[in-house]
């Protein structure tokens, strides 16, 4: 896992879609999963394969809570952001709402390297087992926050605070 | 018995038709917005 410099140029397009979609995700906020950070760190890693976990995330592009031209709207900025990088696939973009754990997983229904542009003004930790076999945790920036890493690996999240994810399959 | 008086006076009529108004135009205020003008001020 390495943590990549933050590129103004390329969060544009994902600030502006935050913004135009701020009328239906206000009210997350207040929501909660109950999860806490205590309990993402007791977490025991599986030993047989979960390539994803069942987590109560918001589509982006998806969700009945936004407008229909919202997610239209928000899926050619993303195709074209998806581009502009150069990546082969946009792999989610959502948001987790606050005190969420995204448990230990490994991504191996779509191996490659990945790389995840993510925003959050609480505390938010990325958890992954190093090639060792060691646990490692990386918290997250005040605000934006660029991570790549080469699937399957071994990960969870934690965050306190409504987080805001936009995930690309870079290189297969 | 005396008839009652069920008229209401035209101050008391447009006291209420003002308060009304009035109320129409109150926005319901949204939980959240200040940490979302928070959020989106941050980003």
Same mark, same amino acid.
């Given at each position: 896992?390495?943590?990549i ?22 009210s ?14 007791e ?8 390539? /994803?976990?069942h ?5 982006l592009?998806?969700d009945?809570? #936004? !407008?229909?031209? *919202?997610?239209?709207? %928000? ?13 082969q ?9 606050p ?5 230990? /997983?490994?991504n ?10 993510? #925003? !959050?003004?609480? *505390?938010?930790?990325? %958890? ?13 920036n ?9 699937a399957?690996?071994?990960?969870s ?16 | ?6 008229t ?17 135009y109150?926005e ?9 003008a ?6």
């Open positions: 896992m390495k943590k410099k933050v590129n103004q140029e390329e969060l544009e397009p994902l600030k502006d879609i935050i913004k135009f979609t701020s009328g239906a995700w206000t997350l906020i207040s929501l909660s999963n109950d999860d806490s950070e205590k309990k993402f760190r977490q025991e890693v599986p030993v047989k394969d979960r390539p /994803h976990p987590t109560p995330t918001i589509d592009c998806n009945q809570r #936004f !407008t229909t031209e *919202d997610k239209v709207e %928000a899926r050619l900025i993303l195709r074209q952001w998806c581009k502009q990088l150069d990546a696939q946009l792999t989610n973009s959502m948001i987790y709402l005190e969420t754990i995204m448990k230990w /997983h490994t191996s229904d779509n191996p490659g390297v990945r790389r995840y542009y993510t #925003f !959050t003004k609480g *505390d938010a930790w990325f %958890a992954w087992v190093d090639k060792k076999g060691n646990v490692q945790y990386d918290k997250d005040m605000g934006w926050t660029v991570r790549e890493f080469e399957p690996i071994w990960h999240i934690y965050t306190s605070q409504l987080r805001f994810s936009f995930g690309l399959l870079m290189d297969v | 018995m005396s008839d009652e008086d069920t209401i006076d035209n101050d008391k009529l447009k006291s209420i038709v003002d308060t009304m108004s009035i109320a129409e109150i319901p205020e949204i939980e959240g917005e200040e940490e979302s928070d959020i989106i001020g941050s980003l």
